[in-house]
């Protein structure tokens, strides 16, 4: 790997928020109550209500003389007007874009920062998968038209969080390469311990780079012994998690998936992930379909370790996206990820080779096209790795 590992910290306190009339309160409530710094890292940044509250909680803590940094992505903020911008900045909070779209770049503008994750004074962080758009929270509303999950902690392991801030806010200008103090990270990823509570791991993916995200991934599926459950909205699996999936449910472990249904916003992107179904299926994987809106949150639980966060686990995002997921041993976090899982379990339908075969015409033209597609820029890009 290309840049440290980061280690196992002891002494943290986890909250599993689900959904955004839950989790964007309370980070504009820490947001109003810093004191000294607060730091934002998103992908997606649209104007709107959401947008508007956040904005108004960042501009009134840099009033107050608090220093407020945020790192958008270029791409993922398009949609980000040039008022609340100018509010921004007009209020002294410092705002860097990562990776601003230019012709000449050609493909190189398919790099982008994936993460989400907000730090307050150093003590306070919230890392999960929600950008701030009115499908995450409009105010006001108590549901969301898109399922998400944060994770709120404290502890020793959001300095390590800030670590990781800090190097993307420094080396974005230039997309230099992240050079930590000598005496900081592992070379290697770090045994997982036996038992918590309050253990927790950042686990990141930097663009070719550094992807100790998959290679943690791959290690807790090969070492399941009871569960893995895995959520995410693109299922576009790398060949290496398919195949860990599969051998676990030949050996009897209880492995399901929970994907997105047919509410959204990439509908290729769903055909395309189609085509892993039969494999998958045949060999024991059970797959769940979420159907009351677009389920859009990546965790997964393998035993009693959990990961969180914005990384999809698909090809296309451990080849150009910065990614952050925190990885917790902790058992109130574990019970709250179990009752989220079995929660949306119960609204979701389940796909099962009868009901696959069964499929209409049409649905297979689309899921053999998409796929096919998918198939072929794979093939294009691991030409060029």
Not at 63 to 81: H, I, K, M, N, Q
Request: net charge positive; proline share 5%; with cysteine.
């Amino acid at each position: 790997m290309a840049g440290p590992v980061f280690p196992w910290r002891a002494g943290n306190q986890f909250e599993l928020l689900i959904d955004g009339p839950q989790f964007f309160p309370r980070m504009l409530q820490t947001i109003m109550g810093a004191e000294h710094q607060v730091d934002l890292e998103l992908y997606l940044v649209e104007a709107g209500a959401c947008a508007e509250a956040m904005v108004q909680a960042l501009v009134q803590a840099a009033e107050r003389g608090v220093r407020v940094r945020c790192l958008f992505d270029d791409y993922g903020s398009l949609a980000f007007t040039l008022s609340l911008r100018q509010r921004l900045l007009g209020a002294g909070v410092e705002l860097r874009w990562y990776n601003r779209l230019r012709w000449r770049r050609g493909l190189r503008n398919l790099y982008r920062d994936h993460r989400k994750l907000l730090l307050v004074d150093q003590a306070w962080a919230v890392v999960g998968g929600t950008g701030v758009t009115d499908q995450f929270w409009t105010p006001g509303e108590p549901v969301s038209e898109w399922h998400e999950v944060m994770v709120q902690m404290q502890g020793p392991l959001v300095a390590d969080w800030q670590m990781l801030f800090d190097r993307q806010w420094r080396s974005n200008l230039r997309r230099t390469a992240w050079r930590p103090p000598t005496h900081f990270g592992l070379a290697h990823l770090p045994r997982v311990p036996v038992a918590g509570p309050g253990l927790g791991r950042v686990a990141y993916a930097d663009a070719r780079q550094h992807r100790d995200i998959l290679q943690s991934l791959v290690r807790a599926l090969i070492s399941g012994k009871r569960r893995i459950w895995l959520a995410t909205p693109y299922f576009l699996p790398t060949w290496k998690v398919r195949r860990a999936l599969r051998r676990a449910a030949a050996l009897g472990i209880d492995v399901r998936l929970l994907l997105t249904g047919p509410r959204t916003d990439h509908p290729s992107v769903r055909y395309a992930g189609h085509r892993y179904y039969p494999r998958l299926l045949r060999a024991g994987v059970k797959i769940f379909e979420y159907q009351p809106c677009f389920l859009h949150l990546k965790m997964v639980l393998v035993d009693d370790w959990v990961s969180i966060g914005s990384c999809n686990f698909d090809h296309w995002n451990l080849r150009f996206n910065l990614e952050a997921n925190v990885e917790a041993i902790d058992p109130q976090l574990t019970a709250d990820v179990v009752a989220s899982f079995e929660r949306d379990f119960a609204l979701s339908r389940q796909v099962d080779l009868d009901d696959w075969q069964a499929r209409p015409l049409w649905r297979r033209v689309k899921q053999r096209i998409w796929g096919w597609l998918d198939r072929v820029v794979v093939n294009l890009l691991d030409r060029r790795d």
